[in-house]
């Protein structure tokens, strides 16, 4: 199938793609009016897709390198984007970080890096309570841009269905940017180098200077080998995004009407949150039925049974690249629960790629009321997501961080040592902490140092 092959045809009756309407969902807005939320679905069905479909099955094979062993997925992006953030320089920003981690992390593995956003529709969030309250005054709990508002107005938190079809404009003036930036000469390997080189000469960081030199080096010696550097010049970009609001994710399902198979074309990748993922729920339904790679994050309590069932549900057929899991277990708990779920995997007749989330169980609260993740812990987290696929000789497949290419201040430490005090200077995120962008080149360099020692 060719790239451009554009999927449009959205028959509800194919695959089963509405069966989802009949089962127990989680985590979905109260639309005060439903005609009104009903002329989006339409509306936004009838809008051209975001991605296409060879893209889709490029990205699952390219997943289905890393699941053998072969290649290294780095996912990172906001937690919830904002249609006020969706602006040039901080997509940039945060294009940029992203590529200078996936260099760092291409030497470390000594392989392939899998670039992939939490970006270009990262718009809808859980939330653990479906209100909130500050002082006498109740009001809808924040769900991300795409369903209210932020503001803690009635009006504001009351679901309003133009935002899904606000969403559906952001992401793709996102994702055309990120496609620009990507593919115009923004991403060459020897520009997004000397932008590292400059962190790595930065004094708090100079115990990174080291590998950054090495890197220096084994371009240099491409350089005089004749190697072509014009190929390095753009960068094959993915986006994902939790797959969660079904009335954006449905509406952009599409039919490819050469093979009849259905794509999510809202984006390459998604996943199902921590929140949603039971087994006769509806989201675990609607994924199983679409064509794209598929993630699921699995938190402490995941049994392997519970993991093995979903690999039943989701990949029935075993194809390569089609599921992975994305673990947040916390720093305390992965060195305990991962070892029997990576055991436990061995008895499948198929590879999921596993990919660490270590930031969403890492959350604390501050002696000064912020939301916020240690730096020590996500660390700590990483290593032990690497030491358990070590001991069970299994492959830790990728990284996924909620990240800003932007210098805010929301999770702790890091060689700047950020501290509580310092939260409140430059707070930004609306839902998690997220990596600054220099906390996100020190893990990049801490991982790729993980992935040398492999
Ligand atoms: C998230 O990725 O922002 C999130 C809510 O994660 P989880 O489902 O793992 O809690
Ligand atoms: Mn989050």
């Known amino acids: 199938m060719s790239d451009f092959q554009a999927v449009t045809h959205t028959s509800s009756t194919v695959a089963g793609l509405d069966a989802y309407r009949d089962l127990p969902i989680k985590q979905q807005p109260s639309w005060p009016d439903s005609a009104a939320l009903e002329a989006v679905r339409n509306e936004l069905s009838t809008q051209p897709p975001l991605v296409f479909a060879g893209e889709v099955d490029r990205l699952r094979s390219r997943l289905a390198e890393a699941a053998e062993g072969k290649a290294f997925v780095l996912q990172g992006g906001d937690c919830a984007e904002t249609f006020a953030a969706a602006t040039a320089d901080n997509i940039r920003d945060r294009v940029k970080t992203i590529l200078q981690m996936a260099i760092v992390l291409t030497y470390g593995a000594a392989m392939p890096v899998v670039k992939m956003g939490r970006m270009a529709g990262q ?153 949603t993922r039971e087994l006769d729920g509806a989201h675990v339904d609607f994924f199983s039925r679409i064509r794209n790679p598929i993630g699921v994050k699995l938190g402490p309590s995941t049994t392997p049974e519970t993991m093995k069932a979903l690999v039943d549900k989701l990949d029935p057929e075993r194809e390569p690249g089609r599921l992975t899991f994305i673990t947040r277990m916390g720093a305390g708990r992965i060195r305990e629960v991962l070892p029997g779920l990576l055991e436990a995997s061995k008895d499948l007749d198929s590879k999921p790629l596993w990919i660490t989330d270590p930031m969403h169980g ?19 987290e990483v290593r032990g997501f690497f030491e358990a696929h070590r001991e069970a000789g299994t492959f830790p497949g990728g990284v996924h961080v909620e990240l800003t290419g932007d210098d805010v201040t929301e999770c702790l430490g890091g060689s700047e040592r950020i501290e509580e005090l310092d939260l409140e200077n430059r707070y930004e995120s609306l839902c998690d902490p997220r990596l600054n962008h220099r906390q996100s080149l020190e893990l990049a360099f801490l991982v790729a140092e993980e992935l040398r020692a492999l």
């Open 123 to 275: 718009f809808a969030k859980p939330r653990s309570s479906d209100s909130e309250t500050r002082g006498d005054v109740t009001l809808p709990a924040y769900r991300g841009d795409v369903v209210n508002g932020f503001d803690f107005t009635e009006e504001s938190r009351t679901a309003n269905p133009r935002r899904i079809l606000d969403g559906y404009h952001m992401a793709a003036s996102t994702l055309n940017l990120v496609r620009s930036f990507t593919n115009g000469g923004f991403a060459d390997i020897r520009e997004v180098h000397q932008w590292n080189r400059g962190f790595a000469a930065t004094t708090a960081f100079e115990r990174y200077e080291a590998l950054a030199g090495e890197i220096e080096r084994a371009l240099r010696f491409m350089e005089a080998t004749g190697t072509d550097f014009k190929n390095m010049k753009t960068v094959e970009f993915f986006t994902g995004h939790e797959g969660l609001l079904m009335d954006y994710e449905r509406p952009m399902t599409r039919i490819d009407s050469r093979t009849g198979l259905a794509y999510n074309t809202s984006s390459h990748f998604q996943w199902i949150g921590e929140r």
């Open 362 to 380: 890492n959350g604390i609260t501050t002696a000064n009321g912020y939301k916020s993740r240690r730096f020590d812990d996500v660390i700590d």
